[in-house]
């Protein structure tokens, strides 16, 4: 059976993917994916559209006026994504926050 190619674009998902022992199938996360540690060494293929040292109010206004537009928050890596060819992406919909 092929081994799938997982990419996880939620921290969540990509601890319970490890947690399954599905940790050698991830080819790729988000940039805000760092457990476990090993993961590390996976590319990143998003990125937050504001600046991640702001202060927590400027990362706040910043959110708020993207959230009215209905467009993420993050940039997402389509060149990478397309590169790491996965199998399957574990990713959620826009939630509030």
Sequence with gaps: MKRQRIVSLLPGCTEVACALGLAD?????????DFPPSISRL???????????ATSRE?????KSLLPTAVSIYRLD??????LRPDLILTQSQCEV
Aim: positive net charge; hydrophobic residues 25%; proline residues 6%.
């Design 25 to 33: 199938q991830l080819v790729g996360r988000s940039h805000e994916c």
């Design 43 to 53: 590319p990143a293929c998003t990125s937050p559209k504001f600046d991640r040292h």
């Design 59 to 63: 990362i706040d206004r910043h959110v």
């Design 78 to 83: 389509a060149r990478r994504l397309k590169e």
